[in-house]
Nanobody, 113 residues
Framework: QVQLVESGGGLVQPGGSLRLSCAAS????????MSWYRQAPGKERELVAA???TGGSTNYGRFTISRDNAKNTVYLQMNSLKPEDTAVYYC???????????WGQGTQVTVSS
C-alpha cells in the first residue's frame, strides 16, 4: 500500500526555518517525480516545489526540495518563512506513466509572531 508520511511541521516565527520530511513506502520511490503542495484555509491547494525522479535538489528561492532515493525520502527546506507561508503542507508522488497522484496526510506549518 502506498504511504507518504510527512513530518517536521510546527510553529515558527517569521524569518525562521523548517525542514519538512516525507517518508515514502509501498512503491518504487526512485521512479516517481515528487512534489510538495500546500493549502491554506479557504485557498486552493498550490504547488510549492517539484523534483524529478533522479534529482538531487532544486532551489525555489526561499525553499529547496531535495530527495534521497536510498532513504525513500523527500525534503523541503524552508527558509526566511513568512506568515503567508502558513498552510498544511502535503507530499505528493506522481505515477510516471499513469498520472495517478498519491498524497500524504499533511503537516501543519504556522508562521506567526
Amino acid at each position: 500500500q502506498v504511504q507518504l508520511v510527512e513530518s517536521g511541521g510546527g510553529l515558527v516565527q517569521p524569518g525562521g526555518s523548517l525542514r519538512l520530511s516525507c517518508a515514502a513506502s509501498g512503491f518504487t520511490f526512485s521512479n516517481y517525480p515528487m512534489s510538495w503542495y500546500r493549502q491554506a484555509p479557504g485557498k486552493e491547494r498550490e504547488l510549492v516545489a517539484a523534483i524529478s525522479s533522479t534529482g538531487g535538489s532544486t532551489n525555489y528561492g526561499r525553499f529547496t526540495i531535495s530527495r534521497d532515493n536510498a532513504k525513500n525520502t523527500v525534503y523541503l527546506q524552508m527558509n526566511s518563512l513568512k506568515p503567508e507561508d502558513t498552510a498544511v503542507y502535503y507530499c505528493s508522488a506522481n505515477h510516471p506513466l499513469l498520472g495517478r497522484r498519491y498524497w500524504g496526510q499533511g503537516t501543519q506549518v504556522t508562521v506567526s509572531s
